[in-house]
């Protein structure tokens, strides 16, 4: 039997998802991550749940349908307070679904008021007057007006999010949040009086993301990027503390994947081959062959990695250069080489885990999809952070408990792959 949760949060992506449960855990918050909505009741005693959706660019009718399946979950599991979680950029279009969804969670939450703030200091997005500066510019100026799916603008957020909401939207500006909860409250009123239904909230560093925290305390839905995370804690007694991250003690053999080829990825396969522990590159063209080619190579993969096991830790890579993934994919084609890599690599997943992995490195964000699907995963405890926005998580499989870090492309310093390995050890 666990106990009821406090926070119940739906992030709009899985990567995303992370970033907000990472904060939450530096906050003080235990924290567990799921997969989509879980068809079972939660399994682990936690203060806060990050349902990961893929809902950021769906049509917004699915978007509402998916997060009120969420919203439903996560009051199942008792939550108190519920966390919206969009993109720190706000990527949305002229459709939504940021506004789309937030009406729809105050509709069913019978709530007429929320704020809305994508601020994250730390990330360099700062709130000023309703506009949003990523860095030194403007939203629409920093590049993410060219964004292929969700081009940015306008990069004043009221206005955004007014052209995707049926209610009124207004401002709680930066004077007000200086003066801390108490003169939030006053504004929040004073809109609310005025017919205001979502307020954008300015914060442009982390004391007024601080600030902001108790104001919240009594609203039923909270919508913002993973910075407003830092502010809440606090209003369920809780403070940072490193048992919040404490994850049980790792076991079993230790192996890398990477499906990535992002820079920081290429970098980081260079220096973890340079240390003279074992990597076998995966050929794409090779797996191209036939279905059986294929599966000869996630065979000799497992055949090779067995005796090395016992000693450290394994990396199987299909990372290359630039040059060497676009001959591939003019080969194969773009989805269908990302697939097949992606396939091949749960094959190796599954394989690796039949072998006793137990502690997992995983670099891309696809890749990352692949293999915890390919392990059953559905619930991820957040641990410790090993690099920003990357902690370490524990999970159960089929096989057993199991220790796993999923790394975006560019994230993570160049000897990530063994320094979080190093991490886990007593
Ligand atoms: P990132 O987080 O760096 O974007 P992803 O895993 O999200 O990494 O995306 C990388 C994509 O490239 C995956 O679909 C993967 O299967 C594919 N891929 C990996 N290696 C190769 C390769 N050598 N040639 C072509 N595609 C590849």
Redesign the pocket.
């Known amino acids: 039997m666990t106990h009821a949760i406090r926070l119940g949060c739906i992030a709009d992506d899985f990567t995303g998802a992370t970033d907000l449960a990472n904060n939450l855990v530096r906050a003080g918050m235990r924290v567990v991550q799921t997969i989509g909505v879980p068809s079972e009741p939660l399994g682990a005693d936690v203060d806060a749940v990050v349902v990961a959706l893929k809902s950021r660019t769906i049509p917004a009718a699915q978007a509402i349908a998916q997060s009120l399946d969420a919203l439903r979950w996560l009051q199942a599991q008792g939550a108190e307070q519920i966390y919206f979680k969009y993109c720190s950029t706000f990527d949305s279009t002229p459709e939504g679904n940021i506004g789309p969804v937030t009406e729809a969670l105050m509709a069913a939450l019978h709530t007429d008021f929320t704020i809305a703030t994508p601020a994250f200091p730390d990330n360099g997005r700062t709130v000023f007057k309703g506009y949003l500066f990523v860095g030194d510019v403007l939203l629409n100026e920093s590049g993410m007006q060219h964004h292929p799916l969700t081009p940015m603008k306008d990069a004043n957020l009221v206005r955004v999010l007014q052209a995707q909401s049926h209610t009124a939207v207004g401002l709680v500006d930066h004077r007000c949040v200086a003066q801390g909860a108490q003169a939030v409250l006053a504004r929040m009123a004073e809109l609310q009086a005025q017919g205001v239904r979502i307020a954008v909230v300015d914060a442009v560093s982390n004391d007024d993301l601080l600030r902001l925290g108790p104001a919240l305390k009594h609203l039923p839905l909270v919508t913002a990027g993973s910075g407003v995370a830092i502010g809440l804690p606090a209003n369920f007694g809780l403070s940072a503390n490193p048992t919040a991250s404490q994850l049980p003690a790792a076991s079993g053999a230790q192996a890398i994947l990477s499906?990535?080829?992002?820079t920081a990825?290429r970098g980081q396969v260079a220096q973890f081959i340079a240390t003279g522990r074992p990597a076998f590159a995966l050929d794409?063209l090779a797996l191209a062959r036939s279905p059986e080619a294929a599966a000869q190579v996630v065979a000799q993969v497992c055949a090779w990695a067995t005796p090395h096991l016992a000693s450290g830790p394994v990396l199987v890579y299909?990372?290359?250069e630039p040059e060497?993934?676009k001959a591939?994919?003019a080969q194969l084609g773009v989805d269908a080489?990302?697939a097949l890599?992606?396939h091949t690599l749960a094959d190796i997943t599954r394989g690796l885990l039949a072998l006793g992995v137990r502690q997992w490195v995983v670099a891309?964000?696809?890749?990352s999809g692949a293999c915890v699907q390919a392990l059953g995963i559905t619930q991820m405890q957040i641990g410790p952070q090993i690099d920003p926005g990357v902690p370490w998580c524990h999970a159960h499989t089929p096989a057993g408990p199991v220790h796993l870090t999923l790394k975006?492309?560019n994230f993570g310093s160049a000897d990530f792959f063994t320094k979080a390995l190093a991490q886990l050890q007593p």
Do not use: R
């Open positions: 499906g990535s080829c992002s990825t794409p299909a990372t290359a060497a993934v591939v994919q080489a990302g890599v992606e891309g964000g696809e890749t975006s492309g």
